[in-house]
């Protein structure tokens, strides 16, 4: 089951031309819902990942990682996000995304019946 994606509303005052204090945080919690939807949208992609791999030493790729992590890195410098800080998120990121695919490969499949 694919969940929603939600999108940020398109009433959202634009951050420069934010005047107010809740003008900015309801902006916030409006991105971090749609950031938090898509983390959950990427942490099915990782269960496809464990259900497809064949074996559990398949599921950290230290190659892979650092590619990821160079990705991010490179598209937050490119919109204008600390890289430092990208970096950070990512490690974090990736390193909880192998911690969740090994307990789902070590689940096995799921039923299907």
Known sequence: MTEKIEKAPPRAVPAA???EMGEVRAAIDSLDTLIVSLLAERMRYIEAAARIKPIREAVRDEVRK???IAHA???ADD???PPKLAYRLYDMLV???IAHELDVFDRGPADEG
């Open 17 to 19: 031309e934010c005047t």
């Open 66 to 68: 650092a590619e990821v």
């Open 73 to 75: 890195v490179k598209v």
């Open 79 to 81: 919109r204008g996000f």
């Open 95 to 97: 390193e909880g995304s």
